[in-house]
């Protein structure tokens, strides 16, 4: 039977292709459907589908078996490692690019930079007007994900570092929080820094750690990679045990020079170094 099983799997990828089913990060939904297209061009034998609905929703995914890869903006909690290998699943992480996290306000607010502890105390509903902060009289809108999503859990455990103010408006991704900041003056949200590339109507805050330290911009690519931006953080994809077959090669493809300017063309960083040897070490 089990040969049976074997010789029909085969025949029927010969015959319809190899799919790789990915889910998880709306920060990396769109970079990752152009690293599937660029695949797909050159491996026009392989599907590769992606959806989004959030980190938490790609890591689940993987933990039962759904999926085989996870798109990730924040690293798996050990609770879902201990999940995963209750149900016989072996989390392995990959780390396809960097992301500097970008808090925007509307291109029309005079306020410039922040500190991480300002930010936070606006999420947490400390500071509620723009004026608190040497900005206009004009009472802050707050922007942000929902529970399911990475960034949520990393603007929280980073930069908030407590419960969200309950009037912070909950976004399905980080294409509304734009749209939302874009037509509210007092509107302040947080992205992934390849959703601020080239948009009108937006800026983004530059960010210190404390109040007498330097002020860095997401937009300063050699500050994310060197790790000074404050919200630096990488991006990841999760598998089931170390990649193999297709998975393995669209991986690779991800990692390469070619998918790595797909990286830069999307707004987001290449791996550095120590990244790239520790992703050399799971797919060698």
């Known amino acids: 039977m089990k040969k049976l099983f074997t010789v029909a799997t085969l025949i029927s990828t010969m015959l319809f292709g190899a799919e790789i089913i990915v889910k998880g990060s709306d920060t990396m939904l769109n970079l990752t459907q152009r690293l599937a297209e660029a695949f797909s061009a050159v491996r026009p034998d392989v599907t590769v589908s992606i959806t989004g609905g959030g980190s938490g929703v790609g890591i689940n995914a993987i933990i039962n078996r759904e999926v085989d890869i996870a798109n990730a903006s924040r690293k798996i909690k050990?609770?879902?490692i201990s999940s995963a290998r209750s149900n016989g699943v072996n989390p392995v992480e990959i780390v396809i690019a960097l992301d500097g996290l970008s808090v925007i306000v509307n291109s029309r607010n005079p306020v410039s930079q922040l500190t991480v502890e300002q930010i936070g105390a606006i999420y947490r509903g400390e500071i509620t007007n723009w004026n608190q902060l040497g900005g206009p009289n004009k009472k802050i809108v707050l922007y942000g994900r929902q529970p399911n999503s990475g960034t949520f859990v990393f603007f929280r455990e980073e930069v908030v570092k407590g419960e969200y103010s309950p009037a912070m408006r909950q976004m399905n991704g980080n294409a509304q929080i734009v749209e939302g900041v874009k037509a509210d003056e007092g509107?302040?949200?947080?992205?992934?820094?390849?959703?601020?590339?080239?948009?009108?109507?937006?800026?983004?805050?530059?960010?210190?750690?404390?109040?007498?330290?330097?002020?860095?911009?997401?937009?300063?690519?050699?500050?994310?990679?060197?790790g000074a931006y404050p919200l630096t953080r990488p991006l990841y994809q999760y598998t089931n045990g170390r990649p193999k077959g297709i998975v393995r090669d669209f991986i690779l493809f991800e990692?390469?020079?070619?998918?790595q300017k797909i990286v830069e063309e999307e707004g987001f960083v290449p791996v550095t170094?120590?990244?790239?040897?520790r992703n050399n070490q799971i797919l060698q």
């Open 78 to 80: 050990s609770k879902e």
């Open 187 to 226: 509107g302040i949200g947080y992205v992934g820094l390849g959703y601020i590339k080239g948009i009108e109507g937006i800026k983004p805050l530059a960010v210190a750690r404390k109040a007498r330290e330097d002020y860095i911009s997401p937009a300063d690519e050699s500050k994310v990679r060197s």
């Open 255 to 259: 990692l390469s020079p070619q998918g």
């Open 273 to 277: 170094q120590n990244y790239s040897e």
